[in-house]
């Protein structure tokens, strides 16, 4: 069963800094991975998707990894902004004809003003 | 279009009452999800469907959630005699047939209080 990890639970960081946030998972045959911003009691927004075939994937000030191998993601924000505060996850989708997400818990992130 | 929508956003019920969710999808994905998400943890795969069929149900479908998407379009999700366990923001996410992503849209949530 795959199982997803997100360390640290809870990040608080002053405006401008860089954030990094991680994401492991235990079984490294994935079709794909997915990044989420999550605003509290809302749902989820897509922020970025990630092929098993690719290495990273940016959108503005998001840059997303993948070691595949290693079983880990990096999700990368320059800048940060107040507006960044959210709660971040990561999912991955496990093969080809298998749909299902497996998220991880998510990071809780703070951008001080 | 506005995405994949919810009904209601939130509810509130008596333990032993039904309560029925509905989710719209992004018109043109096949593919409709459900998942449930409890406080401070990732959401939880329960269900989806392509079309108007349902393909996989995960464990945590106990026989007192039933998920119907009867023409292919929206779907419902009943939770039967609810208990307080069942208190939790429960997800729709769409997602297109074909393509090499399938990336999924989530929508806002229900969420859901069993008092």
């Known amino acids: 069963k795959q199982e997803v990890t997100q360390i640290p639970a809870a990040l608080s960081v002053p405006e401008g800094e860089n954030l990094v946030l991680n994401c492991s998972f235990t079984d490294s045959a994935i079709y794909n991975l997915q990044w989420f911003r999550q605003d509290p009691g809302k749902g989820l927004t897509s922020l970025l998707l990630i092929q098993s075939s690719q290495r990273e994937q940016t959108s503005g000030r998001l840059n997303a990894s993948l070691d595949k191998s290693s079983g880990r993601s990096t999700l990368y924000i320059a800048a940060s902004q107040p507006g960044d505060s959210a709660t971040y996850l990561c999912?991955?989708?496990?093969?080809?004809?298998?749909?299902?997400?497996?998220f991880g818990a998510g990071t809780t992130v703070t951008v001080r003003a | 279009d506005t995405g994949v929508s919810q009904n209601p956003r939130h509810k509130i019920t008596k333990r032993g009452q039904n309560v029925t969710f509905r989710c719209d999808p992004i018109?043109?994905?096949?593919?409709l999800y459900w998942y449930r998400q409890t406080l401070g943890q990732g959401p939880e795969f329960l269900t989806y469907?392509?079309?108007?069929?349902?393909?996989?149900k995960s464990r945590l479908l106990s026989d007192r959630f039933s998920a119907e998407r009867p023409k292919g379009s929206f779907s419902t999700l009943e939770i039967q005699r609810t208990e307080q366990g069942d208190s939790a923001m429960y997800l729709c996410?769409?997602?297109?047939?074909?393509?090499?992503?399938?990336?999924?849209?989530f929508g806002p949530g229900t969420r859901l209080t069993v008092t």
């Open positions: 999912a991955v989708r496990p093969r080809t004809n298998d749909y299902k997400l497996s």
């Open positions: 469907f392509q079309n108007e069929a349902q393909l996989e």
């Open positions: 018109s043109e994905h096949n593919r």
């Open positions: 996410a769409s997602s297109q047939l074909a393509g090499i992503s399938y990336e999924q849209y």
